[in-house]
């Protein structure tokens, strides 16, 4: 079956076994090494969680530089900061050199992150120098951001994930919580909407 297949009024409608085969379907952690990590910002408690998983690359010696994505101010502390700031200080305060850290602060969705990161990357990084990136993220964001780095970076580039570890967040527990379904079912509208606009290619899942 395919996503594309499934009029809109009915994802919802969509089994257990079917979500999770869309959403977290074919994607797997990777220990390749590779030049840059981009990690997607959200609000700051995923966000530390995503900057964390960085960490875990940078401390096993598969990243060479970290570009943290994310235009939007949270309060956090009494202090106003872009999400791209507070995973940079997420990161320095786990020991992550603050020299290899280039912030995009301008992406406000997943796309912009992409965007966004290309230009700090190659302003500051160079695509001439590097040919392989790790995509970090929540693990129900995964696929979608996959689908999107390949369309918007540089097809030469060899393209990695790593998400956040997360009790909630994975293929054996997200339908157990209520704020994970929220997410898997908005990640799954934007699956078929990126289908529909032929952004990606389509998505089979089981029946």
């Given at each position: 079956?395919?996503?594309?297949?499934?009029?809109?009024?009915?994802?919802?409608?969509?089994?257990?076994?079917?979500?999770?085969?869309?959403?977290?379907?074919?994607?797997?952690?990777?220990?390749?090494?590779?030049?840059?990590?981009?990690?997607?910002?959200?609000?700051?408690?995923?966000?530390?969680?995503?900057?964390?998983?960085?960490?875990?690359?940078?401390?096993?010696?598969?990243?060479?530089?970290?570009?943290?994505?994310?235009?939007?101010?949270?309060?956090?502390?009494?202090?106003?900061?872009?999400?791209?700031?507070?995973?940079?200080?997420?990161?320095?305060?786990?020991?992550?050199?603050?020299?290899?850290?280039?912030?995009?602060?301008?992406?406000?969705?997943?796309?912009?992150?992409?965007?966004?990161?290309?230009?700090?990357?190659?302003?500051?990084?160079?695509?001439?120098?590097?040919?392989?990136?790790?995509?970090?993220?929540?693990?129900?964001?995964?696929?979608?951001?996959?689908?999107?780095?390949?369309?918007?970076?540089?097809?030469?580039?060899?393209?990695?994930?790593?998400?956040?570890?997360?009790?909630?967040?994975?293929?054996?527990?997200?339908?157990?919580?209520?704020?994970?379904?929220?997410?898997?079912?908005?990640?799954?509208?934007?699956?078929?909407k990126l289908i529909t606009t032929g952004i990606i290619d389509d998505i089979e899942f089981c029946e």
């Open positions: 079956m395919k996503l594309s297949q499934i009029p809109d009024t009915q994802l919802k409608n969509l089994t257990v076994s079917q979500k999770t085969d869309i959403v977290y379907g074919k994607i797997e952690q990777n220990t390749e090494k590779a030049d840059v990590a981009i990690i997607l910002g959200c609000e700051p408690k995923r966000a530390e969680r995503r900057a964390l998983a960085c960490v875990e690359l940078y401390k096993k010696g598969l990243i060479k530089y970290i570009i943290p994505s994310g235009a939007p101010q949270n309060q956090v502390n009494g202090e106003s900061l872009t999400e791209a700031e507070y995973m940079k200080r997420v990161l320095v305060k786990n020991g992550v050199n603050p020299d290899i850290i280039y912030k995009d602060e301008h992406a406000l969705t997943t796309v912009e992150n992409f965007l966004g990161s290309a230009m700090v990357w190659h302003r500051n990084i160079s695509f001439y120098k590097t040919d392989s990136a790790y995509v970090v993220s929540a693990a129900c964001h995964m696929r979608r951001a996959m689908f999107l780095a390949k369309a918007v970076l540089p097809r030469y580039l060899k393209l990695y994930c790593y998400y956040s570890n997360d009790e909630k967040d994975n293929a054996q527990s997200w339908f157990k919580f209520p704020e994970i379904i929220k997410e898997v079912d908005w990640e799954i509208r934007c699956l078929k």
